[in-house]
Each structure stands twice: as structure tokens, then as C-alpha cells.
């Protein structure tokens, strides 16, 4: 698959077509004649986020997109939050562009009067039909599904901007049907508009650009991913940027930027189709709608095949080559399609049944979950891509480049903050609540079972080299792990109960002191699981409990600034303790490593006989190196065998181990003891599958060898002092 292929999913699943024609009204409530400008802000924030994507997929490849990249940057319990995460995002997505279908379908049928009077549950059924069809698209190989998208999305760009071209014509020429003219206000911020406006404006930038990391999801599928991935994510997201900005000013000028035009931008229902309507004739407003609607069923196809190849490698790493894990004859992952797409129905058939929702409704709620989801991913792989480039040094980068995802991390935090503290009353509460529910089933899951994310980690190597250094499970410290663990899910609760009864002016303090210090008192065990979920329930029971009205969510509080506060302090407590203890650690590491060195030397110097010091290296070795059994052997010469080399590598025939990425290998290893130039002899070291081995431990362990080749020269048995002299 070669860079326009991939470039033609991300095109798809984002649909700018889509996207330009009903997100800049919601943006132009706060924005006002200045959305364009908002839009263009969003563009340059995208970017930012774009580069930790690049980065990454320039470094790694994997059809599980941000699952493999943000596993194999951090670990794999961040790479199954944020492919859950994404997986949702897609998810809700699909719903929110089956919907849409479903409306515009029943307008173009309006507005051709093949239907005058549809009746309102008409859209979902026909959302109902285009989820049908999906489904049977998205189990065809991807080649041809990609074409598809790419050919459609291009199409209706075209007509919009057709339409776009007459509109600027005639407001250079000063035809418009309302004496609308040409100005650059529209790059302009009103007076008076807040911050909070401005970055609800990015929220729907955000949303618009959504999809532009889709191509990450075919690393296993693209020609040369490494270079054919990052270019279509910069291509799509750079070209989205301008149609956005550029569309978006011309709309706002063809409607007018005076007050009166303003409300009618923010009223229009298809920005295009109404400007298509009032410049040109109301057939080409009805194809403008019908090309959105195409385009709208082509980014909810999209939206299944990014959601099916994210469920697949979740599977595939999880349980293996079994239900949604296996790929079709074709090399398709149609089982993972057939769970996707049920799913998406499940949600639809819940908003409207169950909850009694509109079309407008439904769009509204399944695209906000999406939004809140997607900032979540995009700031855990900012993360990744910081971690990956400046603090483990795996990309060698400018050094200025470390400003662009920090940059990115705070625009998304922002953003984030302002759509978490001012939703509106009512459903908007819930929302939130559903989205983070969703990562919440995450964070559980791999928090109770930390060898299954182990077991997702290891199966990542199978991609391109991914690979989490090994670790070697130890029971006690194990079920230590699972009571701290769950204190740290239960304390919260538990205190919130008991406090609950006293309620008052002084309950608030009173809660904040007391969460604040449970969660302190978790973070001191080290324990990063109990850490965040004593963080994440704290913030939440604070929230339910300690906010009038007491004992459960509602919409008349206030704001949720102190718990996201709470939150906030205690995880940063939480890190620098976890911190503390890795340097404490490090420390008493080096001590331990010196004491060894210290103690063999010593023996080396005073002992009368060879075999305590080689039987005390020998034990050394074994603590060192986390070996199965040590054995020295006594030969002429050495020979090619697998080896520990003097620089602390490990040579397996002719081709170096990577340790610190493989753990130690199974095979049989030898360390070569020499003194004065003479070879000695061989320890034979029986590795542990997998042990992680740190470099330090690896050359004392040489430096010990030293030591016993000191003593050996000193100490020789008389058959060796023998063969030294025949000779």
C-alpha cells in the first residue's frame, strides 16, 4: 500500500467535506465572524500533535496504531488505555456519521420532493441501512476500500469548492443577494471573546480534524511505513488545515460578518448546501448535500476499518489467532468487523430507544464522547513521542523540536480542561461520565491484571520489533501488589461513606485534607496502578460526595475545577514518589554492585586456594545475572560460542542480543576469564528466558571475571602450570 492509499483512510475517516459543513456553526457560537481564525488556530494544535505521531511511526510500525505506538514508547498498559481510547473514539464516531448520513439523506430527499414531510425516525433507520452496508464494505481488503474513500471524499471536495470559487467571484464582483462584500474581518477575533471561547472553538477543531492518524493504523499493511505513514498523516492534516480555514472564511463572508449574517451561519443546518442554495440554484445545493452524504457514509466506513484493525491487534496480542484476532482468507479482520459494527448499532439503537434521543441528539452526544476520548489518546501519545525522543534518546532530533510537543500537550490540556468544567446542564454531565467510564475499564482492567498487560507487551515484539523489556514475575511481591492495589480502589469510597454523614461548610475541606492524604499514603508503596486509581476515585467520590447536593452527580454543581485539582496534585505525588524510589533503588543498586567488586578483589588477594573464589564469583554471578546455574571450566582456548562480550553486550553466533530491549536469551552463554593477557578459562552461564539484566549489573559481573582471573594467574592448579611449561 503506498503513501496515497494511506493517506486516502485518514482523508476519509477525517472528512473534511463532512467536517467543513457542520462543525463551524457549533464553533461560530463562541467565535463568532472569527471562526476561520479558530480553525486555523486548531490547524497549527493538530500539527503539534502531528509530530509525536510522525515521530513515532518514523520509529515503529503496527496495525493497533496508537496501541503499538504508545505501547512501545511507554509500556503496555498506556498502549491498551490508548488504543481503548481510540477504539472508542472510532466507535462513537461510526454512530455519529451513520447519523449524520441519515439526516442529510432525509433532507436531500426533501429537497428534491421525493419526500416532503419525512417523518423524524427516518434518519435512523436510514442510519440503520448505511451500518448495513459498512458492514459489508468493510470485509472487503482494504486496498480497494481505500481507493473507494480516497474517490469520494475527492469528488465532493471539489464541488465544494466549485461553490466556494462562485461565492468568492461574486463577492469580489459585489453580486451577492444580500450586499455582502469581501474582508479580511473574518480573520479576526471579536472584541470581547474569551479564552474559554477560543478553546471551545478548538474543541470542534479537534473534532473536525479527527481521523488525520488513521493512516498509523495500516504499519502492517503499507509498503514502507516508515515513510509512506508519516507523510500522508502531515499531507492530510496540512491540506485539511487550508480547506478548513479557506472555507470556512468564505462561507462566514458569504453569509455576512454582521450580526444578522453571523446568527444565519450559526442557524444553517449544511453551511455548503445553503450557500450552493443562495449563490448558485437549488439543485446544486441539493448535490452539495448529496455529496456530503456520501461522504459522511464514506467516513463512517472509515471509521469501522480504523475500530476493526484497533479491536484485531488488541485481540490478536491478548488471546492469540481467536475471534477477533483472526484475519479472513483475504487478510481481512472480518470477525473483528462483525463485532464493530453490532457494536455501533448497539449504541444508536440506546439513543434512541432508551434514552428517547433525536437525530440531532444522538449526533450531539456520540460526537462528544468521541471528542473527549480522542484528546485522551492524543495526549498519552504527545507523551510517548516526548518520552520516546527526550528522555530515552531513541530519535536523534534538534533540540528545539522538544518545544513542539510540549506545546502540543499543553493546547490539549487546555482544550480538554474547557470542555470538561463548562458543559451544558443536564446531558452534558453524562456525557463526560460515559467517556471516561470508558478509559475507566482500561485503567481497571490492566490495574487488576497486570500479567495479561505483561502478556500484551511481549506480543508486541511480533510488529516491526516492539518490544517491552522482559520481567520475571515475583509472587510475593505480586500479591503485595494486589492489596495495594485495592485499597487504593476501595479507600476512596470507603472514606467518602464514613464522612458523608457530616455534612457542612466544613465537609468540603475536611474531604480534600482527607483524599488528598489516602492518596499520598497509596503513592508512598510505589505502586503505580493503586497510585492512579486512588487519584481517579478520589476526584470522582470528592465530586458525588463532597459537593452539594451530596451523594450523587447532578448538573446544579458547580464545577469540577477542585476535584480535576485533586486529581492533579495527587498524581503528581504519586510520580515523584514512584520517582524517589527508582533513584533510592539505583542507589542502593550501585552500593551493592561495589560491595561485590569489593568483597571478591579482597578474597582474590588473600585466598591460598583457587576454588573459594571461584565458587564466590560463581554466586555472584548467578545474583547478577539472574542466572538458572554457573559452572567454570577450565580450557585451552576459547571457542565461538554465544558470549557475554567485555562492553556488557551479549553475542549470540555472530549477531549481537539486544538485553535491554529481549531480556536475556535462552541459550547457553560463556564468560572469558583472562589475566595478564592470558586466556584462563570460561564460566558457562545458563540465562533466564527473558530476565531483564541492567548494563551495570552486566559489567560487574565482567569486572568479578577480572577478579577471578587475578586469582587464577595467582592460584593455578599444578595439570595447568604444567601445560603452561610442556608449551
Not at 452496508?133 to 480516497?150: D, H, S, Y
Request: hydrophobic content about 50%; some cysteine; overall charge positive.
Amino acid at each position: 500500500m503506498n503513501v496515497w492509499q494511506a493517506a486516502g483512510l485518514s482523508v476519509a475517516l477525517m472528512a473534511p467535506s463532512v467536517a467543513v459543513d457542520i462543525n463551524p456553526q457549533a464553533a461560530a457560537t463562541g467565535l463568532g465572524r472569527g471562526v476561520a481564525l479558530g480553525f486555523l488556530v486548531a490547524g497549527v494544535s493538530v500539527l503539534l500533535v502531528a509530530y509525536s505521531f510522525v515521530r513515532l511511526s518514523q520509529h515503529f510500525h503496527h496495525s493497533g496504531s496508537v496501541y503499538g505506538l504508545v505501547g512501545a514508547a511507554i509500556g503496555p498498559r498506556s498502549g491498551i488505555v490508548a488504543g481503548w481510547g481510540l477504539l472508542g473514539t472510532y466507535v462513537f464516531f461510526g454512530v455519529t456519521t451513520s447519523v449524520i448520513v441519515g439526516i442529510l439523506t432525509s433532507d436531500f430527499l426533501r429537497q428534491v420532493g421525493a419526500w416532503s414531510h419525512p417523518p423524524g425516525g427516518l434518519p435512523f433507520v436510514l442510519a440503520g441501512c448505511a451500518l448495513v452496508l459498512v458492514w459489508l464494505l468493510a470485509r472487503t481488503p482494504i486496498r480497494r476500500g481505500t481507493n473507494l474513500l480516497l474517490l469520494v471524499e475527492c469528488a465532493t471536495a471539489v464541488v465544494i469548492l466549485v461553490v466556494v470559487a462562485v461565492v468568492t467571484v461574486r463577492l469580489l464582483g459585489r453580486s451577492t443577494p444580500s450586499g455582502q462584500r469581501f474582508t479580511l474581518s473574518v480573520l479576526e477575533i471579536p472584541r470581547g471573546t474569551s479564552p474559554t471561547s477560543l478553546f471551545q472553538g478548538l474543541v470542534f477543531g479537534f473534532l473536525s480534524f479527527a481521523g488525520f492518524e488513521a493512516a498509523s493504523t495500516l504499519g502492517e499493511e503499507a509498503t514502507d511505513p516508515r515513510r509512506s505513514i508519516p507523510r500522508a498523516m502531515v499531507w492530510t492534516t496540512s491540506l485539511g488545515g487550508v480547506f478548513f480555514v479557506v472555507v470556512t472564511a468564505v462561507a462566514m463572508m458569504g453569509f455576512g460578518t454582521d450580526s444578522a449574517g453571523v446568527a444565519s451561519f450559526t442557524r444553517s443546518g449544511s453551511l455548503l448546501g445553503s450557500l450552493a442554495t443562495a449563490y448558485l440554484s437549488a439543485w446544486v445545493g441539493a448535490v452539495v448535500t448529496l455529496g456530503a452524504t456520501v461522504a459522511a457514509f464514506g467516513n463512517c466506513l472509515a471509521c469501522t476499518v480504523g475500530a476493526s484493525r484497533l479491536l484485531f491487534a488488541l485481540a490478536r496480542d491478548g488471546v492469540g489467532d481467536r475471534g477477533p484476532g483472526r484475519l479472513s482468507a483475504d487478510g481481512v479482520p472480518a470477525r473483528a468487523v462483525t463485532w464493530v459494527v453490532p457494536g455501533m448499532a448497539l449504541v444508536l439503537a440506546i439513543c434512541a430507544t432508551v434514552f428517547g434521543a433525536g437525530p440531532a441528539e444522538a449526533f450531539r452526544w456520540t460526537s462528544t464522547i468521541g471528542t473527549l476520548l480522542i484528546l485522551v489518546v492524543y495526549a498519552l501519545t504527545t507523551l510517548g513521542g516526548i518520552r520516546l525522543i527526550f528522555v530515552q534518546h531513541r530519535v536523534e532530533v534538534p533540540s528545539w523540536e522538544g518545544a513542539v510537543p510540549l506545546a502540543a500537550l499543553f493546547l490539549l490540556g487546555a482544550t480538554l480542561y474547557h470542555n470538561l468544567v463548562g458543559p451544558e446542564p443536564g446531558a452534558g454531565h453524562w456525557l463526560t461520565v460515559v467517556a471516561f467510564g470508558w478509559l475507566a475499564v482500561a485503567l481497571v482492567a490492566v490495574g487488576a491484571r497486570p500479567r495479561s498487560a505483561r502478556r500484551f507487551g511481549t506480543r508486541l515484539t511480533e510488529a516491526a520489533g516492539l518490544r517491552s523489556p522482559a520481567r520475571i514475575p515475583d509472587p510475593s511481591r505480586q500479591s503485595r501488589r494486589r492489596v495495594v492495589v485495592l485499597v487504593g480502589a476501595c479507600g476512596p469510597i470507603v472514606i467518602s461513606l464514613v464522612l458523608l454523614p457530616f455534612q457542612g461548610a466544613e465537609l468540603q475541606t475536611l474531604g480534600v485534607a482527607v483524599l488528598l492524604g489516602f492518596g499520598i499514603a497509596v503513592s508512598a508503596f510505589g505502586v503505580r496502578a493503586a497510585d492512579i486509581l486512588a487519584s481517579l476515585l478520589g476526584a470522582v467520590c470528592y465530586y458525588v460526595f463532597f459537593i452539594p447536593p451530596y451523594g450523587h452527580p447532578s448538573s446544579a454543581k458547580p464545577d469540577i475545577s477542585v476535584p480535576l485539582m485533586l486529581m492533579a496534585i495527587s498524581l503528581g505525588i504519586g510520580f515523584l514518589a514512584r520517582r524517589n524510589r527508582r533513584l533510592a533503588r539505583g542507589t542502593a543498586a550501585t552500593s551493592d554492585y561495589l560491595n561485590r567488586i569489593h568483597e571478591t578483589a579482597r578474597l582474590a588477594q588473600s585466598s591460598t586456594h583457587v576454588e573459594p573464589v571461584l565458587d564466590a564469583v560463581q554466586k555472584h554471578l548467578v545474583e547478577l545475572l539472574r542466572l538458572r546455574g554457573c559452572r567454570f571450566r577450565y580450557e585451552n582456548a576459547p571457542g565461538r560460542r554465544s558470549r557475554l562480550e567485555e562492553d556488557g553486550s551479549v553475542i549470540i553466533g555472530r549477531a549481537a542480543w539486544d538485553v535491554d530491549r529481549l531480556g536475556m536469551p535462552r541459550s547457553e552463554l560463556e564468560l572469558r576469564v583472562f589475566a595478564g593477557g592470558c586466556y584462563q578459562g570460561r564460566f558457562v552461564l545458563l540465562p533466564t528466558r527473558g530476565a531483564a539484566v541492567p548494563l551495570q549489573a552486566r559489567l560487574t559481573a565482567l569486572t568479578l571475571a577480572d577478579q577471578a582471573g587475578v586469582a587464577l594467574s595467582r592460584l593455578q592448579p599444578p595439570w595447568i602450570r604444567r601445560w603452561d611449561q610442556d608449551r
